[in-house]
């Protein structure tokens, strides 16, 4: 059953990916699929546990990959800067994990250190036509290189980690293409925004993604990941982008990336990756890339979105009642008046990072539209690795950040999920790059408004949500 | 995993769209070890106000909805973080049944491996299983996982779907590690050939 027969009907991406991964294949059910990959952090210390109490052991450690990033520290390097002592075992515990299953890890002191999803492109863990799981929902982030990468509980992961297979239904597919080019000031975020808010955060449900049309073509690998990482956010299972040019250019000589003969012969597996022409999926959804303005969320779900052009939505106007409720509910927690435009809404901080929003391009992004400027309320920018904040300060961005009056942090997950110490006060609004605007995300009764870098660093020096194509010359 | 077959229990409706994992069990209490219970955490911050005080407001704070062993969701119940420690807090506070609409795909699969029963019914039923549990408290539910059948407190009995590999499972208490054990021949054979076509990812 290893090798299924390669049928003639011309198939997604999704199909290729999962059928070259089945060892066995039920009637009904589940299928058990291989995984190339798990990357690991210290939320997995569940399975670790588990694993030491059944008596199992990692079976293909090369396999994986480790790095800290939900409790590291941002504002140092050693353990001991942690928030609280709890944090650092957290930490150290970490670190046993990682020696007790002879896993690859990027520590908290190692360069290659930072958020697993930002990571794992970065040194070419993340290749095409891998399947890839991570003990965290926005695993559907690795799928911007052609890759099967989906979030899994603990249970999941130990499963992973002791015979390197799951169980897994085959999900639905579904693509959304995004036609045209957009406009000036108009980010992957936005993007991704604009897809949640029209299909909704139940949207996809049961689906597997496929991003496709020359909008999403001619995006760079970091904008295809923003949009994959919010994949989620959606209810999808996973999220893909078909590799191609940009994608080998993008990895060749990563670390861990095939080189030499190994590369060609990765290529060409790699070019037939690609959905063929005339495969059906099962939900197709269309968007105009031309019409998407800058957006940023209104309320507790990351399918309240409206263009910063727009306003804060009455209850009163919702479809049925259950969303009357919903909405009347969220803008209570958020502090907002309906009919408010959303450009009038004072923001109390700002919180660039991320796994959505905390590579290079971001930073620029960022920076180009803080130079020479000021904020005026408390921001903070915490790259996504160490390597990205590296090339961030090779390149000077660190001075324009520090100028504009922003901390520069060191690189973890920090303010997303305000995990390791960093938080929003409570009622305080933060502008954030982040994927979630949950109740109590960023912290209890913080009010998270999500949004692209460039809009929060708009945000950021006028100190109220801005359109930040008012501030582009 | 604790067998589960079938179950007649007390049920509460749970409001809530897109009701996520981190209002479930908030981050901050991810850190500690399964082994002190997860279920003082359930849905920490509506049930408690930052003092520590229950909320009365909060249906699993009133009775006799605090002995709850089944909740009724609604839509994109349990979306967001992947985290375990979600369903870790219901399986521990006692709940061994969610009905709604639909899950996150996560906290699905995630609720299958503890043994914890996911439902999924069409929307138009557990919005009016909702409201009969806020006019009747007490109301029971009942989830045959045998017969697969949901049999509600109007008396109306609806189709239970569930795959029947993750029905065997939970009936029998048993983790699906292993069944896969069972098949650690044919993963070495796919493992060997498959290598060979990819093989620096195992460098
Ligand atoms: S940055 Fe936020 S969303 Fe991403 S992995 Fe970390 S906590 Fe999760």
Redesign the interface.
């Known amino acids: 059953m290893a090798n299924l027969p390669h049928s003639a009907a011309p198939r997604t991406m999704f199909d290729k990916v999962w059928d070259r991964h089945v060892i066995v294949a039920r009637d009904e059910g589940p299928s058990l699929i291989y995984i190339d990959r798990d990357i690991i952090h210290e939320g997995s210390f569940h399975a670790f546990a588990d694993m030491k109490r059944r008596g199992y052991s990692v079976r293909r450690p090369r396999q994986m990959f480790g790095t800290p990033d939900h409790y590291v520290p941002t504002t140092g390097r050693e353990i001991g800067d942690a928030a609280t002592a709890e944090i650092a075992r957290m930490i150290r515990q970490f670190d046993e994990n990682m020696d007790w299953g002879g896993i690859r890890s990027f520590r908290l002191r190692d360069p290659r250190q930072g958020i697993v999803h930002v990571v794992g492109p970065e040194q070419g863990i993340t290749l095409p036509g891998l399947t890839i799981v991570c003990s965290d929902s926005h695993t559907s982030t690795h799928g911007a290189l052609g890759a099967i990468a989906f979030g899994i509980g603990q249970s999941e992961n130990m499963h992973v980690m002791a015979t390197q297979t799951l169980w897994q239904a085959r999900p639905k597919t579904m693509r959304i293409s995004v036609s045209g080019t957009l406009a000036r000031g108009v980010h992957a975020k936005d993007v991704i925004l604009a897809i949640i808010g029209k299909i909704g955060a139940g949207g996809a449900g049961g689906h597997a993604i496929e991003y496709a049309g020359p909008a999403v073509r001619a995006m760079s690998i970091e904008q295809r990941l923003t949009i994959c990482n919010m994949s989620i956010e959606a209810a999808a299972r996973c999220g893909m982008v078909a590799p191609d040019d940009t994608t080998f250019q993008y990895l060749h000589g990563r670390p861990f990336a095939p080189s030499g003969e190994e590369w060609d012969r990765a290529v060409a597996q790699w070019r037939a990756l690609p959905t063929d022409d005339g495969a059906r999926f099962d939900t197709e959804v269309a968007l105009e890339g031309h019409a998407i303005a800058p957006m940023v969320t209104w309320g507790t779900s990351p399918e309240d979105t409206a263009p910063i052009t727009g306003h804060v939505p009455d209850p009163a106007g919702a479809p049925d009642a259950g969303r009357r409720e919903s909405t009347a509910k969220a803008l209570n927690y958020m502090g907002l008046t309906p009919g408010t435009p959303l450009a009038d809404v004072a923001i109390d901080r700002v919180f660039i990072g991320s796994c959505t929003n905390s590579r290079l391009e971001d930073l620029r992004a960022a920076a180009e539209v803080l130079r020479g400027r000021k904020a005026v309320v408390p921001a903070m920018v915490v790259p996504g690795s160490t390597s990205v904040k590296r090339a961030a300060e090779a390149e000077g961005l660190d001075r324009v950040f520090r100028e504009a009056g922003f901390e520069w942090r060191e690189s973890g997950c920090s303010m997303c999920a305000a995990m390791n110490g960093d938080f929003v006060k409570p009622q305080e609004r933060c502008a954030s790059t982040s994927n979630r605007n949950f109740i109590g995300r960023q912290g209890p009764n913080a009010r998270t408004h999500l949004m692209s870098p460039a809009m929060a660093a708009a945000a950021a020096v006028t100190g109220r949500l801005t359109d930040v194509r008012r501030l582009l010359n | 995993m604790t067998p589960f077959v079938k179950m007649t229990a007390l049920a509460a409706p749970i ?4 009701l ?1 994992t ?2 479930i069990i ?3 209490f ?2 500690f ?2 082994s002190g219970g997860y279920g003082q955490f359930l849905f920490h ?1 509506l049930r408690f106000t ?1 003092e520590g005080q229950e909320r009365p407001e909060f249906i699993l704070n009133r009775e006799p909805y605090r002995h709850a062993k089944v909740l009724v969701t ?3 119940f349990g ?7 979600a ?1 870790y807090a219901l399986c521990d506070h006692g709940v061994r049944g969610v009905i709604g609409p ?1 899950f ?3 906290f699905y ?2 609720a299958l ?2 043994g914890l029963v996911p439902v999924r019914l069409p929307e138009d039923i557990v ?1 009016s299983l909702r409201e009969t549990l806020m006019a009747t408290p007490g109301a029971e539910v009942e989830i045959d996982l045998e017969a697969r059948i949901v049999r509600l407190p109007d008396g109306s009995s609806h189709e239970l779907e569930i ?4 029905r065997e499972c939970i009936m029998k208490g048993l983790d ?2 292993e069944l ?2 069972s ?2 021949e ?2 070495r ?3 060997d ?2 290598l060979k ?7």
Do not use: H
């Open positions: 409001p809530g769209r897109n996520d981190d209002q908030p981050a901050r991810l850190k070890d399964r911050d930052p609604e839509e994109n979306c967001g973080s992947s985290r375990e420690g369903v639909s996150g795909d996560i699969n995630n491996k503890n919005a795959d029947p590999f993750w699906e590690i896969t054990w098949y650690m044919d993963i054979r796919f493992e050939a498959y076509d990819i093989p620096w990812i195992n460098r």
